[in-house]
Nanobody
């Protein structure tokens, strides 16, 4: 099991940007597919973005396509989520997740496919 620590959340005005980071404290993430999920108050957790361990494959939820970018730096054992043009509906707790895999292209979009989760970081977008 790997410990994941998110950072970078906060309060931002609509139209602004934030960059979330997810760092692993133990096991290397270089062979783990990574995902970002979010959960707004009163709503179910939803997939936001995912990236294969090779970095060569990414997926995004339709609601964030063109605004969010997921990336990774395996040397730093860190995954990022750059969020631009933020909207009030992006307000949620954001979680990163990891799953070890031998498939360099694998990117799960379902939360049950991920083995390790961070504690989350809160993002609030004001109108």
């Amino acid at each position: 099991q790997v410990q994941l620590v998110e950072s970078g959340g906060g309060l931002v005005q609509a139209g602004g940007s934030l960059r979330l980071s997810c760092a692993a404290s133990e096991r290397t993430l270089s062979t783990s597919a990574m995902g970002w999920f979010r959960q707004a108050p009163g709503k179910e957790r939803e997939f936001v973005a995912g990236i294969s361990w090779s970095g060569g494959n990414t997926y995004y939820a339709d609601s964030v396509k063109g605004r969010f970018t997921i990336s990774r730096d395996n040397a730093k054992n860190t995954v990022y989520l750059q969020m631009n043009s933020l909207k009030p509906e992006d307000t949620a707790d954001y979680y990163c997740a990891a799953v070890a895999t031998v498939n360099r292209w694998y990117v799960p979009t379902r939360d049950h496919a991920y083995a390790d989760w961070g504690q989350g970081t809160q993002v609030i977008v004001s109108s």
